[in-house]
């Protein structure tokens, strides 16, 4: 594990995309659900449709300065859904979000990286702790605390909406190191901006995880 330098103390994973998928993935449960609830919409209609309205929120962080609190979570996802189907309204589109927001809520929707648990074993046995960051919101904490491979009490969850603010915000991460140096935490994630830019800028170590390097990479 030559990758983690000496002097890190913590390592953080970014949860989607890194070491939890959901599953179905997003666009296929979107389209499914969108289905019943009289959607008319192709699947890529809807992958493309829900891409776009996902980084207009992601813009919509950048200009308010990366805060977040339950209510910004619960608008972004009730105007990505709606952006997604715009031919489903009124009480069906309230159902059409309950159902999705229950849906990625259920811990049976989500699947961990094969690679995680021998990885975070082998972290924990060189006595790092280990954790989990992530621009989710507090459903989270329940899918985590029923995927064994991730539930163990050792397993700090760190998430955007208890923070305060969103990654990439150095508050976001100066949150993460709570008292300890920037140098001694890392951040393994997906997201140049987010995870490796970000945490970088704050002082932290950081790895980008993409198509040449990969969690099986970091294994011992």
């Not at 959901?22 to 809807?46: F, I, K, N, T």
């Not at 990505?80 to 929707?109: K, Y």
Request: glycine share 6%; charged share 25%; aromatic share 10%.
């Amino acid at each position: 594990m030559t990758i983690f330098p000496e002097q890190v103390r913590t390592v953080y994973f970014d949860a989607v995309g890194t070491i939890l998928f959901p599953d179905p993935p997003v666009a296929l449960a979107y389209h499914q659900a969108g289905q019943r609830y009289g959607s008319r919409r192709s699947l890529d209609e809807v992958r493309r449709a829900f891409s776009a309205a996902f980084a207009a929120e992601e813009r919509r962080d950048r200009e308010s300065g990366n805060r977040t609190d339950s209510r910004r979570e619960w608008d972004r996802w009730q105007r990505i859904v709606q952006a997604t189907f715009p031919d489903v309204s009124g009480l069906e589109g309230e159902r059409l979000f309950d159902d999705l927001w229950n849906h990625f809520a259920l811990s049976t929707n989500w699947r961990v990286a094969p690679e995680a648990d021998r990885l975070l074993s082998g972290l924990k046995q060189r006595g790092l702790q280990v954790g989990i960051a992530s621009n989710f919101d507090r459903r989270l904490v329940t899918i985590v605390s029923e995927l064994p491979v991730l539930n163990h009490s050792s397993v700090v969850v760190r998430y955007s909406e208890e923070i305060g603010w969103r990654k990439p915000a150095p508050e976001f991460f100066a949150a993460l190191c709570a008292g300890e140096p920037p140098h001694q935490v890392m951040l393994v994630g997906d997201d140049r901006t987010n995870d490796y830019d970000g945490a970088r800028a704050a002082g932290l170590h950081a790895i980008l995880l993409d198509d040449h390097l990969t969690l099986r990479d970091l294994l011992p």
